[in-house]
């Protein structure tokens, strides 16, 4: 089994370890923005637990995914920004 | 939508979780435990469990003997009918019935708005840890660690143990409140003085007490924090990430939702962990901040009696009495300080989701008309954030939970 998995933040390929959490991805990817809020204002994670819902990023498509409950898995596609 | 079906149902994974699935299970019942997280093991024990030998993997892998069935990724959004939960997972939806519940649902950190506070790498300190935990990498990253609680020594220690620059704990609470704690519970208060305050001198970093974040600065991310002392001196500090928590407020969503009593200290329950509903149980930081030990010890018990071995659960009252009389100590040693109901200013962003001010906040009357007039509390985290701020700040209790407690997908309220 492999000790790393290679995905994608924003279009750049990321290398983090196995079991990492997508938050790890985005630090080594070097961006702290997340999101925008509702007034336009830079936004990043919170609380690291679910609950704050400003991690939200968009994984393989799919909106409003909370990252800091997400795995990192082989090939996933991260979008900021979003 | 699929049914499953359980003698016993836990929420939450975390260590009054576990204990508990484990001992329902120990006395013959079917157990499901659920999670929304994709890990056994609660905030404490995120990351751990894998690491053998230590308690979470003790625990978690007693309850894969036990034959617990373990949900990851399920979030629960609603009751539909009495002893039956509606869950949302990763790609699908299940409803799960059962003849006991047991709520473990922990805690979250307290924030209180200052100006700043909302910017990027400002997170909170068991969200940083817990980030960290998660693999973020913290080496060589200078970290202001502030707020209130024991939670913030620990996080130093962790940060420091993964090579972090920590610059300084900022702890609210006045050191002579902190003293007196130590020397109602010591018998050698010299050692333990010597352990709470120096703890993190030991380690190099400041621990300063009487002193907390003001505000936070930079542009697209964080640069720096000023910090205030109790006689009114300010400085900045510049820094990678503020961690910053004003201790923990219990998850209450889920108890409130079933129709369970709470107060805004936790779930009342009897001695048996059983909640004002019969037959829903509720064990660890949901009941009361409490700690790891007490959160075990509750744990157990509210397995026990779930499980219907009412005898086995009695056998831990007297242990968990005397968890129960620290945690109160502590309550009192950590309180706020009323200094920091004036962080915000007026235009200081208190709900986050829908970008609410203080002044407009401020200017209702109470929790329904803030909902109504600014959409304070009514986005996606649906007030779990800015509630304890506002508990805090002007003493509203959040008022009602409804159905579904978490933004849910639409096939998950349709099917």
Request: glycine letters at 12%; hydrophobic letters at 40%.
């Amino acid at each position: 089994m492999p000790d790393s998995v290679t995905l994608s933040v924003n279009g750049t390929a990321i290398t983090v370890p196995v079991g990492a959490m997508v938050p790890t991805a985005v630090a080594i990817a070097g961006v702290s923005q997340y999101r925008r809020s509702v007034s336009g204002e830079p936004r990043g994670p919170l609380c690291g637990m679910g609950i704050c819902f400003e991690c939200r990023v968009i994984i393989d498509g799919r909106a409003h995914c909370r990252s800091c409950q997400v795995v990192c898995q082989p090939g996933m596609e991260v979008l900021t920004d979003g | 939508m699929a049914d499953r079906d359980y003698d016993v149902v836990v929420v939450g994974a975390g260590p009054a979780g576990l204990a508990a699935a484990c001992r329902a299970a120990e006395c013959g019942r079917m157990v499901a435990m659920l999670d929304d997280n994709p890990h056994p093991g609660g905030q404490i024990w995120r990351a751990a469990a894998g690491k053998s030998p230590n308690a979470a993997a003790r625990w978690v892998q007693a309850a894969e003997r036990l034959g617990v069935e373990w949900i990851a990724g399920a979030r629960v959004f609603d009751a539909p009918e009495p002893q039956r939960l509606a869950v949302e997972m990763v790609d699908e939806e299940c409803h799960v019935r059962y003849r006991s519940l047991i709520l473990a649902t922990g805690a979250r950190e307290r924030f209180l708005p200052f100006p700043g506070w909302t910017l990027p790498n400002a997170m909170g300190a068991g969200g940083l840890q817990a980030l960290a935990k998660s693999g973020m990498p913290v080496a060589g990253k200078k970290i202001v660690i502030a707020g209130s609680g024991p939670l913030l020594l620990a996080v130093a220690r962790y940060m420091r143990s993964h090579d972090a620059d920590v610059c300084l704990i900022a702890e609210q609470a006045d050191q002579s409140k902190l003293l007196r704690f130590v020397l109602r519970l010591a018998g050698h208060p010299a050692k333990l003085i010597q352990a709470l305050t120096l703890r993190a001198g030991l380690l190099g970093v400041p621990y300063i007490t009487s002193c907390w974040p003001v505000s936070a600065q930079g542009g697209e991310r964080l640069q720096s924090v000023t910090l205030r002392r109790g006689d009114g001196t300010t400085w900045t500090e510049s820094c990678d990430y503020l961690a910053c928590g004003f201790g923990l407020v219990p998850n209450l969503e889920l108890a409130a939702l079933l129709g369970c009593r709470t107060s805004k200290a936790g779930v009342p329950v009897d001695e048996y962990q059983q909640t004002s509903v019969a037959g829903v149980y509720s064990a660890g930081e949901a009941t009361g901040i409490g700690g790891l030990e007490l959160s075990l010890m509750e744990g157990e018990i509210a397995g026990y009696a779930a499980g219907g071995s009412p005898d086995r659960a009695q056998a831990h009252f007297g242990a968990r009495e005397s968890h129960r009389r620290f945690a109160a100590a502590l309550e009192e040693a950590f309180a706020l300080r009323q200094e920091l109901r004036n962080l915000p200013q007026p235009g200081t962003l208190v709900c986050r989701c829908e970008d609410v001010t203080m002044e407009r906040v401020r200017a209702c009357a109470g929790w329904r008309e803030a909902k109504l007039h600014t959409r304070c509390g009514m986005g996606p985290c649906q007030g779990r954030i800015c509630g304890g701020a506002v508990e805090f700040l002007l003493g509203w209790q959040s008022e009602s939970v409804r159905p579904p407690i978490l933004p849910v997908r639409v096939r998950s309220m349709t099917e």
